[in-house]
């Protein structure tokens, strides 16, 4: 493993800040009075199979797949889950190896061996999914299976990230005899070996989850089961969790809601968990699109967009305004945009657009998805609109859908201009660039830039001191500004609202913003 300390410390350390509204102290002993914890979330998973996903599916996967290694509370890099021990064997880190625990089995009862690993991690670059995680694997050539316990990852570069992406929930471990090598399954039933077992699915209703028994790993379960509901926005989890029909918000407050609550004193027998993160929320551009296409009008609307006052007037304060794809709080993080572009100035975008021969008003149309990033994402698109129709410069229109079917408009290509937030996959400034460029990647829409792909993301990744790679990534970021194909808006913040009979929720939100559900349990003592 290589050293972060210097920053991911940082991230281990974003220890929650706990803002509590009714009791306050958690009681430190764990208790199940044998009925489920009920959590509620606007963000449900697009598919059942960890090798189509790229998104929040990841969520229910942290809790019901197991991964080689893994989070554990208040650790600040991977460590041992499925695996005893992990390390890489050379001194170019291009050699990975790990040494499976003895006795691991999936929920169903079959055997979890190095035979099982080659084939989930095989898989998901045979199926080779659109926008799915084939893209976390470019740097890995082959797997290798030595005998039962013994698993063999030769990179065709070296790689000092690559445990962190064998922890990400894309890695997965599942059952061959139950997940086709060359095809996604396509029963709608879940096999994992995970802290939990799906005892039920509802597509776009709930997860019921239960203790897997069979689960050997990091996770200390603290419940015997949780189950998880959907909801399609934020004023319904929010209704339902005051009329304790839930128990736990995992994403899907508003900001107004989250004001409320730490505005409404100890009357509410609500309490807030607040987590700094590196969650990011931004705009792509489709080179397919006739105006999306053309730098001059990306540059115009890069020089428009008013952060401080689509942070202030719609998220009341609640994120803060981002300049970079690289958030605060990691190596490389700058300030890019801000620098190149200065406060939103309408005239200087007019001039950007006239140098390109552009005089009449351009046509946008901005996508965002209805479902999936908090009840402030409608309000936030209008008032987009507001900010570049104010300009004379543009007309838009605003179009929307939910995220199981905005999710695959986009990997196709079908919006000129969309919006997406993005929760890491780990801490490293790498995961906030080499997701995004290239042929392949999270976005479904392919970006061509060679200098970030071919030269600044190799090289980084041969440092195995991450607070060495600044230049690397700084370089690659001023390259996304004069691009302006991906437009950063805001750094968010993660809150969990509970309440007043749970504990456990401010260990709850691992270094990727992921709900590790086993912290989570009833209240003993006040």
């Not at 908090?374 to 179009?399: C, N």
């Amino acid at each position: 493993m290589f050293k972060r300390d210097r920053y991911l410390r940082l991230m281990g350390a974003i220890a929650s800040i706990a803002l509590v509204a009714g009791c306050g102290v958690f009681s430190s002993e764990s208790s199940d009075d044998g009925k489920p914890i009920v959590v509620g979330t606007t963000s449900q998973p697009s598919t059942l199979d960890p090798a189509a996903s790229w998104d929040s599916s990841w969520e229910l996967f942290r809790n019901v797949h197991q991964t080689l290694l893994g989070f554990p509370a208040g650790a600040s890099k991977p460590e041992p889950d499925a695996a005893e021990s992990c390390r890489f064997t050379d001194s170019s880190s291009s050699v990975y190896s790990c040494k499976l625990q003895e006795g691991l089995k999936f929920s169903d009862g079959h055997a979890l061996d190095a035979k099982a690993v080659k084939h989930s991690i095989d898989r998901i670059k045979k199926i080779n999914f659109n926008g799915g995680p084939a893209g976390l694997l470019t740097t890995l050539g082959r797997v290798e299976a030595k005998g039962d316990l013994e698993v063999v990852f030769h990179l065709n570069q070296p790689d000092a990230t690559f445990p962190f992406v064998l922890s990400t929930p894309a890695m997965s471990i599942v059952d061959p005899e139950e997940y086709p090598a060359d095809k996604l399954r396509e029963d709608g039933d879940i096999t994992g070996a995970g802290p939990y077992r799906v005892e039920s699915y509802e597509d776009g209703k709930e997860a019921q989850l239960v203790k897997n028994d069979n689960y050997k790993g990091i996770a200390k379960l603290k419940n015997n089961a949780v189950t998880i509901r959907y909801f399609s926005g934020s004023s319904e989890v929010v209704d339902a969790l005051k009329k304790k029909q839930i128990d736990v918000i995992y994403r899907g407050l508003g900001a107004t809601d989250v004001v409320d609550i730490q505005n409404s004193g100890d009357d509410t027998g609500l309490q807030l968990v607040e987590n700094p993160t590196t969650e990011i929320s931004y705009l792509v551009f489709n080179p397919k699109d006739p105006w999306s296409k053309r730098p001059a009008v990306r540059k115009a609307i890069a020089q428009v967009v008013d952060r401080p006052a689509l942070v202030h007037n719609i998220y009341k304060d609640t994120v803060e305004p981002l300049y970079s794809m690289i958030p605060k709080g990691l190596v490389g993080h700058t300030t890019s945009f801000f620098d190149d572009f200065g406060k939103p100035s309408p005239a200087k975008a007019r001039q950007i657009l006239e140098q390109d021969g552009i005089t009449e008003r351009v046509p946008i149309t901005l996508w965002y998805t209805t479902d999936r990033y908090g009840s402030q994402t409608k309000p936030a698109f209008e008032e987009l609109k507001r900010q570049l129709e104010a300009s004379d410069l543009f007309t838009v229109k605003l179009k929307s859908r939910p995220w199981k079917t905005y999710a695959p408009g986009y990997q196709k290509g079908e919006y000129p201009v969309f919006g997406r937030g993005w929760n890491p996959d780990f801490p490293d400034a790498d995961n906030f660039i080499a997701p995004f460029v290239g042929e392949q990647n999270a976005l479904g829409t392919p970006y061509e830039a060679p200098e970030i792909t071919d030269e600044l993301i190799p090289d980084s990744r041969r440092e195995s001191d991450r607070g060495a790679v600044t230049n690397q990534f700084e370089r690659a970021q001023q390259i996304l500004v004069d691009d302006a194909r991906l437009l950063p808006l805001w750094q968010g913040k993660s809150y969990v609202a509970a309440n007043e009979e749970i504990a456990g929720a401010e260990n709850s939100i691992d270094p990727a913003t992921m709900m590790a559900m086993w912290e989570l349990y009833w209240k003993t003592s006040w």
